[in-house]
């Protein structure tokens, strides 16, 4: 897991500040960007993307956008989705764009960094789709 690219897209400062601190002290070699624009431009200089942090609203670009196209850019990075909304729909949209984990802020950060210090992108990866709330950790299941 050392040293592992990671990517924090976050408009709020002290957000983003915090994801990075914690994915460096998790092993990762984080960049941070601000916006869409930002994250394009970082994602030049990374070959191979372990792990993303996209919040939902950027100021420039849909969350939902952004997690597709580093879906498409990187098929075997582990992309987590951090908003403040708990919405169902939009776990549904998250995950069909090929997000593996739907984290609602504030309540997911220190599940994600325990998950990530004790099993790395791997044990995000072996239970996707997966939602962390205030609930806890859990398999998305969409009800019909």
Known sequence: MSNKPALVIEDTDANRIFFERLLTQAGFQVRGARNGAEAFAEMNGIADLALAVIDME??????????????????????????MHDEISLMSS?????????????????ELFKRLTTTGSVGLHACRPLVIDQFGPREFKLAY
């Open 58 to 83: 950027v100021p420039d670009m849909n969350g939902l956008d952004l997690t597709m196209h580093l879906r498409n850019r990187y098929p075997d990075a582990c992309l987590v989705v951090a908003t």
């Open 94 to 110: 998250a995950f069909s764009r090929g997000c593996d984990v739907f984290m609602v802020k504030p309540h997911g950060f220190m």
